[in-house]
């Protein structure tokens, strides 16, 4: 019943989208946004990121993390291909055969998300999905659809907003192949609605500052519980083809637990 519930919540932000497109198309505009029409990049992304993040009991995760865009184009169809691997590095009280500096294969994961322009021409967001791999020390796939849009304000350059683009995703775990007692780093099932309510500001021709862009929301369907973090993210343009980035995050609501807080960075380059 909680899947039910789940993706029916998730048709109807889908709908919510594109009654919000509607509206935009004919008045010109919403609340001052106007509703961009997705636009694949036509570079190629490669980025480096690291997290240190506190999980509270003393507890700490190091994480690596390599990043690729891939642009797709398939006839009208376009889209954008994203491939996440990682390293993670555990240690405190709670893993004692771990010390700092120890890394072990982590999550594995592909997105990919798009729009054709005749379905729901009205409408210029996009829709994917998302498959989260049984590599390394995460022992179960997972699967999940995602919308999201981006709205940019009227005003253009004038205004100190540069977009607002809320995602919406859910995650279905299934197919376990490692028990806690065997791995006990592995997480219950994955069954959890993220929601990105991303807001961009211009604080410098090439630098922004970024709100809920890589840290979002999460609510647990699988047992209940609201993940809410403060997630804030400076980003700087070095030139066209290279961008850093430094961030952190800090729970606000924590009823399904993740982590306390989190500080993060990431070089991204363009070819």
């Keep these: 019943?909680?899947?039910?519930?789940?993706?029916?919540?998730?048709?109807?932000?889908?709908?919510?989208?594109?009654?919000?497109?509607?509206?935009?198309?004919?008045?010109?505009?919403?609340?001052?946004?106007?509703?961009?029409?997705?636009?694949?990049?036509?570079?190629?992304?490669?980025?480096?990121?690291?997290?240190?993040?506190?999980?509270?009991?003393?507890?700490?995760?190091?994480?690596?993390?390599?990043?690729?865009?891939?642009?797709?184009?398939?006839?009208?169809?376009?889209?954008?291909?994203?491939?996440?691997?990682?390293?993670?590095?555990?240690?405190?009280?709670?893993?004692?055969?771990?010390?700092?500096?120890?890394?072990?294969?982590?999550?594995?994961l592909l997105t990919i998300w798009g729009n054709h322009p005749d379905i729901l021409p009205s409408w210029g967001g996009s829709l994917g999905g998302r498959i989260i791999f049984p590599f390394g020390n995460n022992g179960q796939w997972a699967i999940g659809p995602q919308v999201g849009s981006v709205?940019?304000?009227?005003?253009?350059s004038k205004s100190p907003l540069s977009d607002f683009s809320p995602l919406a995703r859910y995650m279905y775990g299934f197919g376990t192949n490692n028990s806690t007692t065997t791995n006990p780093t592995q997480s219950n099932l994955l069954r959890s609605l993220y929601l990105y309510p991303t807001l961009g500001f211009n604080i410098a021709p090439q630098t922004q500052i970024r709100f809920w862009d890589e840290n979002g929301v999460t609510y647990n369907s699988a047992g209940g519980g609201w993940f809410i973090p403060l997630d804030a993210m400076v980003t700087h343009r070095l030139d066209?083809?290279?961008?850093?980035?430094?961030?952190?995050?800090k729970q606000v609501v924590q009823t399904y637990q993740q982590y306390d807080w989190m500080v993060y960075g990431k070089i991204s380059l363009n070819f």
Excluded at 9 to 17: A, G, M, Q, Y
Excluded at 42 to 62: A, C
Excluded at 240 to 249: H, P, Q
């Design 151 to 156: 709205y940019k304000p009227t005003e253009g």
């Design 240 to 249: 066209k083809n290279f961008l850093v980035a430094i961030g952190a995050a």
């Design 1 to 108: 019943m909680n899947l039910v519930r789940l993706l029916f919540l998730l048709s109807l932000l889908i709908s919510s989208e594109v009654i919000w497109a509607d509206e935009s198309k004919f008045s010109g505009n919403f609340l001052g946004l106007q509703e961009e029409d997705y636009q694949n990049s036509s570079e190629r992304i490669l980025e480096f990121w690291g997290y240190h993040s506190y999980e509270g009991g003393g507890n700490y995760d190091d994480t690596l993390k390599l990043r690729y865009y891939q642009p797709l184009t398939v006839s009208d169809w376009k889209g954008t291909l994203r491939l996440d691997t990682s390293y993670v590095s555990s240690y405190g009280p709670s893993q004692a055969a771990q010390s700092t500096g120890q890394y072990s294969a982590g999550n594995t």
